[in-house]
């Protein structure tokens, strides 16, 4: 059983690369580019910008919650692997939160990366099993007559969360209310607030 | 279980500090890095998203089953799926990789001692 001491672990992930850079599979620049782009360029950002247009324009939201990824690619120019996206609504009744129980499907194309703890077995088991405990550790605490409904991502469809907007938001524009809108809320383990 | 202080990060700022995203780390040492953009560099060419994801779900599984797992390291899982698809595959032999792990190891070692005696060889 390989151990799990960080330096080997770096040891056994160069040692595959320079095997894979030998044999023509990759090249080490081919990974530089794709590291980089999800350290730098891909992130919530993009989730903010669809949430922000959502707010405030109708029509918009209301293709979003039709079609998510059609409605998602107007906003990021398309051309993006289309895995199935759905958005879900939070109301004043109703608070949607995210999961992938199995292992850590997520939308990248409008979030980036998962955090640690979207993937942590912790959070993925007790998520749906008791998500009003999970969400009050996040510091969401929900009146108890809020249903919570938890969605579960795959490989076929990952779930986005269209958070509320938060009261007294009236008089920003598209970019600053997506400024508002934290990755957190996008996954339904937070709020936005004003 | 706090999850908010598994979102604490190090305070670490200058040319040293990892690249961050919202304030969090996307990815925890550079080596997660590598086996990330390893894996999106040979999806759909050497193998299939869907496949490396069912690998990945019975790995996790695997790690969630077992009785001395460890500590939970979500990129370990992800590096031991990758490794054994391509020794699955043929594409990379173990025996090499062994040894190229042993070779990595010692040339790491080599140069650091070289730093640290202050020669270069």
Sequence with gaps: MLGKDQTYLALRTKAIESLLIETGLITEESVDSIVRTYEQDIGPMRGAEVVARAWTDPEYKARLLENGVDAVNEVTGGGIDPKEIVVVENTDSVHNIVVCTLCSCYPWDVLGLPPSWYKAPAYRSRVVCEPRAVLREFGVVLDPKVEIRVWDSSSEVRYLVLPQRPVGTDGKSVGELAELVCRDALIGAGLVKA | ?121
Excluded: C
């Design chain 2, 1 to 121: 279980m706090s999850y908010a202080t598994d979102r604490v990060i190090a305070d670490v700022t200058g040319p040293t500090a990892m690249p961050r995203k919202n304030g969090e780390l996307v990815f925890g040492a550079p080596w997660e890095s590598r086996a990330f953009g390893m894996v999106v560099a040979l999806a759909d060419e050497v193998f299939e998203w869907a496949e490396f994801r069912a690998e990945l779900i019975s790995e996790i599984a695997r790690w969630e089953a077992a009785d001395d797992a460890g500590e939970w390291s979500y990129y370990e899982r992800w590096l031991s799926t990758l490794e054994a698809m391509l020794i699955r595959r043929g594409l990379i032999s173990r025996v090499r990789l062994r040894a190229r792990i042993v070779e990595v190891g010692d040339t790491q070692a080599h140069e650091h001692v070289h730093l640290h005696s202050g020669r270069k060889s």
